[in-house]
Structure formats: structure tokens, C-alpha cells
Nanobody, 125 residues
Framework: QAQLVESGGGLVQPGGSLRLSCVASVRTFSRYTMGWFRQAAGKEREFVSAISWSVGATYYDDSVKGRFTISRDNAKNTVYLQMNSLKPEDTAVYYC??????????????????WGQGTQVTVSS
């Protein structure tokens, strides 16, 4: 069983930046594809970004491409989401997710095995 713990959320003005972190308590973190999803109030959970377990390939939803950057540090069992040029529509609870040796359907929430509890990001002036 894995435990994922997100941190780094908060209140930021439009155009600002935040960096989210997710620490995974698993024995073989390097074998997990890691993803970030978000859920705004009254809306369904949606894919934000993912980074593969094998070669570290990265994937982004079009809405965040060019503004967000996902990265991982396997030595620290941690995945990051650097968020720049934040917009009010980025406001949501952000969730970290893990998929063992995931290679397919990385934008599909049901493909992931483990989830964190979420961290709130609010973009407002």
C-alpha cells in the first residue's frame, strides 16, 4: 500500500507561481508513473500532467502546456509540479496520483492505483 502526501498549495495572485510537491511512501518509486489531477468546485476531476516511470517522458493538458512543468526526484520519492503564470481558472484542489509501471491512459484517473489527499490552490486577486 502506498501513501501520497501533497504540499505547496495556497493563495496566489494571477500571474504568480507555486510549486506543488508530492512525497510517495513506496519502496520502488522509480517504477511508478506519477500524475497530477485537479478538481474545481462543482466540476469533475481533470488531468493536468504526468511523468512516466521509465524514461521520464512528460505529458500535459493543453490548458497548462507552457505554464506548468512536472518533474521527479527518484532519490527523494518526490514528484513536483511547478506552476507559473497562474490564472483564476487554475483554482482547484490538486491531487497527486501513482500508477505502477504506467504506460497507457495516463490522462485517465481510473488508471491510477494510489491518490493523495489533495492540496488547495486558489488564484485570486
Amino acid at each position: 500500500q502506498a501513501q501520497l502526501v501533497e504540499s505547496g498549495g495556497g493563495l496566489v495572485q494571477p500571474g504568480g507561481s507555486l510549486r506543488l510537491s508530492c512525497v510517495a511512501s513506496v519502496r520502488t518509486f522509480s517504477r511508478y508513473t506519477m500524475g497530477w489531477f485537479r478538481q474545481a468546485a462543482g466540476k469533475e476531476r481533470e488531468f493536468v500532467s504526468a511523468i512516466s516511470w521509465s524514461v521520464g517522458a512528460t505529458y500535459y493538458d493543453d490548458s497548462v502546456k507552457g505554464r506548468f512543468t512536472i518533474s521527479r526526484d527518484n532519490a527523494k520519492n518526490t514528484v513536483y509540479l511547478q506552476m507559473n503564470s497562474l490564472k483564476p481558472e487554475d483554482t482547484a484542489v490538486y491531487y497527486c496520483a501513482a500508477q505502477f509501471r504506467g504506460t497507457n491512459l495516463l490522462a485517465t484517473a481510473t488508471s491510477y492505483d494510489y491518490w493523495g489527499q489533495g492540496t488547495q490552490v486558489t488564484v485570486s486577486s
